[in-house]
């Protein structure tokens, strides 16, 4: 099996990295279930207590993998990407270990979703963050439950829509990141420091005041995230996606039916 996810344990801290630069981290079934295996083998363990989620390449994660969808049924995979994405996200969110995100690099669709369920995200000069969805006739479902309630709500009414591409430091001012550095070598230092005043804490101290922090947003989940499955894959199967998509492969304008421009 290639490996997507390298996990690595270093004293109390589990160190999860997406290494498919590749193919820019994209969010695979198989990058997804050993994303899920990390978080269990962190769990596992009684030693561990952070979970540090990092990335090789220049691009933490670009989304969902479309090269998967050869062979199957458009609305089945629509569907089952979204489940699986509600999956992994509920995932990290109820870690009883707190998740810390360090990036340097860009962060797109799905991969914004994945700094959203984290508890603490560093980022260094090189993150980009764009939520381009809505230009290929599709929104940002699954990943608005993690977005949204760290976003500040005009940040999100904005960039929800705009698909704009943003750095570290309005990421750090809209809430979507913790720390912005100014360079690559201070992305790991401030992780560092980071997991050093973590991880006095004890696994239940940790574990409780992390829940303390996340139990609205899972509450959400529980909730909500059905729903916007249905809704994420109605979506992905629409003509207006399909030209978008279409549109974005071809480096062209998407013709949108009724528009005129």
């Not at 089952?80 to 669709?109: F, K, N, Q, T, W």
């Not at 479902?141 to 709500?153: C, E, V």
């Not at 960039?159 to 360079?183: C, H, M, Q």
């Not at 005043?197 to 940790?206: A, E, H, I, N, R």
Request: proline share 5%.
């Amino acid at each position: 099996m290639t490996t997507l996810v390298a996990y690595a344990k270093d004293g109390a801290v589990a160190r999860l990295t997406l290494d498919s630069p590749h193919n820019r981290n994209a969010l695979s079934t198989a990058l997804v279930q050993q994303l899920h295996d990390g978080l269990a083998a962190a769990a596992a363990d009684p030693d561990v207590r952070c979970v540090v989620l990092g990335h090789t390449g220049g691009t933490f994660c670009a989304g969902a993998d479309l090269g998967e969808a050869a062979g199957r049924n458009p609305g089945d995979l629509a569907t089952d990407r979204a489940r699986e994405m509600a999956a992994l996200l509920r995932a990290l969110v109820a870690s009883p270990m707190p998740v810390i995100g360090a990036v340097d690099g860009h962060v797109r669709a799905g991969g914004l979703g994945l700094i959203g369920a984290c508890d603490i995200v560093v980022a260094g000069p090189s993150s980009t963050f764009a939520l381009t969805e809505a230009r290929i006739g599709v929104a940002p479902s699954i990943i608005s439950l993690t977005l949204l309630p760290k976003m500040s709500a005009r940040a999100a009414g904005r960039y929800f829509v705009t698909g704009e591409k943003f750095g570290p430091a309005e990421a750090r001012d809209i809430g979507l990141v913790t720390v912005a550095t100014d360079s690559a070598e201070d992305v790991a230092a401030t992780v560092d420091r980071l997991v050093a005043d973590v991880t006095k804490g004890s696994p239940q101290g940790l574990a409780a005041s992390k829940a303390l922090t996340t139990a609205s947003i899972l509450a959400s989940f529980d909730a909500n995230a059905e729903a916007l499955t249905t809704q994420s894959a109605t979506l992905f199967v629409s003509e207006e996606a399909r030209e978008g998509m279409t549109a974005f492969l071809e480096k062209r304008p998407p013709r949108w039916v009724g528009v005129t421009i």
